[in-house]
């Protein structure tokens, strides 16, 4: 499976401009603005825009991807931007396993993995740290911009809390945006 998601998306970015204009999450931006910056971790990160963001307001950041590619791509915007904080990885997350307790924050947006991304980010949050995730809701497969292709990368109603049951959940919603159907979610590991 992973081998395919690689070839699919690196054949995605292949041939796209370097994305130095493109903004970060509004969402994102509005989540984090009362954190302290720390150590950074974003999870399929596409093309670092949101990474990016995050290096330029502090954060020291590790962004980690599938596609080569798109890494490529979203280091060269960094290089553009005059962003030096972000580490880019390529791997895995099917196998990919961050240092545990390690991060302040970890960022997913627009990427859904039930089966193991849940665990790996209870473990790698520090005590004290936050996750920010967004994906797309159920919702969104009846809209008439849909573009996914399988109910395997949209979240039940509710379901999103019920993946991370050691977080304390700060904020839920599930709402309609111009653009995509989604559910949000702001949690944070009990400090110790
Ligand atoms: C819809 S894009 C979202 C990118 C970015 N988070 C954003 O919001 O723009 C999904 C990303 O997941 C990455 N991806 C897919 N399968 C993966 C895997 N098994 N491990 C790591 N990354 C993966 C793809 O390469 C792609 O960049």
Redesign the pocket.
């Given at each position: 499976?992973?081998n395919s998601?690689?070839q699919?998306?690196?054949a995605?970015?292949s041939g796209k401009a370097i994305p130095s204009t493109q903004p970060p999450?509004n969402w994102l931006c509005h989540a984090v603005t009362a954190l302290i910056p720390g150590r950074a971790l974003?999870?399929?990160?596409?093309?670092g825009?949101?990474a990016i963001w995050l290096g330029r307001q502090g954060w020291r950041v590790d962004a980690?991807?599938?596609?080569e590619v798109?890494l490529s791509l979203a280091a060269q915007s960094a290089t553009a931007t005059g962003c030096s904080s972000v580490t880019w990885i390529a791997?895995?997350?099917?196998i990919?396993a961050p240092d545990p307790s390690t991060y302040d924050l970890i960022t997913?947006?627009?990427?859904l993995?039930r089966e193991r991304l849940p665990s790996l980010i209870e473990a790698a949050l520090r005590p004290g740290g936050t996750l920010v995730y967004e994906t797309f809701a159920q919702q969104h497969l009846t809209r008439s911009d849909n573009h996914l292709k399988s109910d395997r990368f949209t979240l039940l109603p509710n379901e999103l809390p019920r993946l991370f049951p050691n977080l304390a959940i700060e904020q839920f919603e599930e709402v309609d945006l111009p653009d995509r159907s989604v559910a949000r979610l702001i949690a944070r590991k009990p400090a110790i």
């Open positions: 499976m992973a998601d690689r699919k998306w690196n995605k970015y999450d974003d999870l399929a990160c596409g093309l825009h949101n980690v991807d599938i596609s798109g791997a895995d997350l099917d990919y997913v947006l627009r990427f993995d």
